[in-house]
């Protein structure tokens, strides 16, 4: 199986602060990686896929890049209601694998 | 705009079989795969296997083989059966499209107890 770990698994940051959270496979995923956004209580919504390219309608404050084994999520300028966490996962193996998490906190 | 909607039982008794179904509505089953994912304190996002509509599966060899996915399409539903439940199948299961999960249902929580 393809490990994808995090980093870090939280972090603490203020509004307008600019955000990048780092995602590693264990092997080579070309640019297989999603990345999705969790809030408490709800299902996780999908904010990018293969590796850069956003979702309609998700704000262009979000954005992705990578390929092969590392891979980032940016977040430009921190708003209140990108407190969630967030996490990645690939497509190019079976079985199709996740990241850990990455939880964003109000500083 | 597509959306999809789990259903099923709250509460599996051990050792017997866990049973949802997902519900896809605003668009055709007919095309893309249709992916089962779940979710619980101790182990994070798993995903446990998809279906495409033409009914070719493959599942999370995690399972060990208990996890049984179908297709309805002309009720545009899927359906998991996982079979022989214990304590730690106890999650938030999740129906979703596509291989990059999108969209997803608002999820069920599924409880294993006697």
């Known amino acids: 199986d393809i490990q994808m770990t995090q980093s870090p698994s939280s972090l603490s940051a203020s509004v307008g602060d600019r955000v990048t959270i780092t995602c590693r496979a264990s092997?080579?995923?070309?640019?297989?990686l999603a990345w999705f956004q969790q809030k408490p209580g709800k299902a996780p919504r999908s904010l990018i896929y293969a590796a850069s390219t956003l979702q309609s309608g998700v704000p262009s404050k979000f954005s992705g890049s990578g390929s092969g084994t590392d891979f980032t999520l940016t977040i430009s300028s921190l708003q209140p209601e990108d407190f969630a966490t967030y996490f990645c996962q690939q497509s190019y193996s079976y079985p199709l694998t996740f990241g850990g998490g990455t939880k964003v906190e109000i500083k | 705009q597509v959306q999809l909607q789990e259903s099923g039982p709250g509460l599996v008794k051990p050792s017997e079989t866990l049973s949802l179904t997902c519900t896809v509505s605003?668009?055709?089953?007919?095309?893309?795969?249709w992916s089962w994912i779940r979710q619980s304190p101790g182990k994070g996002l798993e995903w446990i296997g998809h279906i495409y509509y033409s009914g070719s599966t493959n599942y999370n060899p995690s399972l060990k083989s208990r996890a049984t996915i179908s297709v309805d399409t002309s009720k545009n539903q899927f359906s998991l059966n996982l079979s022989s439940v214990t304590a730690a199948d106890t999650a938030v299961y999740y129906c979703?499209?596509?291989?990059?999960?999108?969209?997803w249902g608002q999820g069920t929580l599924v409880t294993v107890s006697s």
């Open positions: 979703a499209r596509g291989t990059s999960f999108d969209p």
């Open positions: 092997q080579g995923i070309s640019n297989y």
């Open positions: 605003g668009g055709s089953i007919r095309s893309y795969f």
